[in-house]
């Protein structure tokens, strides 16, 4: 053994999934039972293995995930060395970014998961769960944040993205490409990234924050109801590097005048631009209007940050300063 101490906490998802009488599979394994179907764990690490909740990933939410956080926080306090968080793959990307967020200093933090039910030909949770072990229990892991770890390679929680429904090589990072890997059961870091600024776990979950997709012909009818329904803040997605249709744009700069609005692109990858396009609804305009340019978080992740920015009154200026560091 490695002389490592890792905690180890399970959500759920398909890594935890086994088939239901009534047909399809359902999560029903915790995390001792994980550890103990991957005995070579034993030799990386001394395993603390906590199951805070078994649920498929859609279930979650942020507040599940801010006590996550917690927990690692308390975890390190005391002298654990890194921690693996495993859960379903639908929201990988967003636990494993909102993880960043919360999660202070060097110590490695990663997400993992599988894509093939533990009962599964070929099931690809336990191959996940020791290489994200592995990772975890890395030295050449620490102080690049949150990490998601499947496939044998590693992504930055920023970067990564599901990229695919079924296949075991769903996870990818668009924007930057993998941070590394795992091969003879070495941990491999080719490159890294460095630490955004961190938000503070005890003051809560994100507020709640609309994601607005824009499609061709869309003339911005629901931006109007939002404050409405109760949300503190937007993202737009829009098109291309940042625009809207010419006659959506006063509806944007409405809202931005009503609550804090941030501008994602609905591309795979790429930064939303700030000075380029000029035309009416171009992201220039949107900006001028009030719009905030997100840089280059993709929607789901912008989405978080906002909220977080905005709790306890956090406002135009706390949302600038926070996506900032993402230009």
Known sequence: MSGKRLLLLSLGGTITMVPLAEGGIAPKLGAAELVASVPELATVAEIEAESPARLPSPSLTP?????????????????????????????????????????????????????RGAAAPGADGPANLLAAARVAASDAARGLGTLAVLNDTIHAARFVQKSHTALPSAFTSPMAGPLG????????????????????????????VALVNWAMGDDGRLLAALPGLGYAGAVIQGMGSGHVPAEAAEAVGALATRMPAVLASRCASGPVFSETYGYAGGEIDLIRRGAIPGGTLSGLKARLLLGLALRHGGGRAAVADAFAPYE
Do not use: N, Y
């Open 181 to 208: 890997l795992v091969a003879e059961d070495r941990v491999r870091v080719l490159a890294r990234v460095g630490r955004c600024p961190v938000f503070r776990a005890e003051a809560g979950a994100p507020l709640p």
């Open 63 to 115: 507040a599940h995930l801010v006590d996550v956080a917690r927990r690692i926080t308390a975890g390190f306090a005391a002298g654990v060395d890194g921690a693996v968080v495993i859960q379903g793959t639908d929201t990988i990307e967003e636990s494993a970014f909102l993880l960043d967020l919360l999660v202070a200093g060097d110590k490695p933090v990663v997400v993992t998961g599988a894509m």
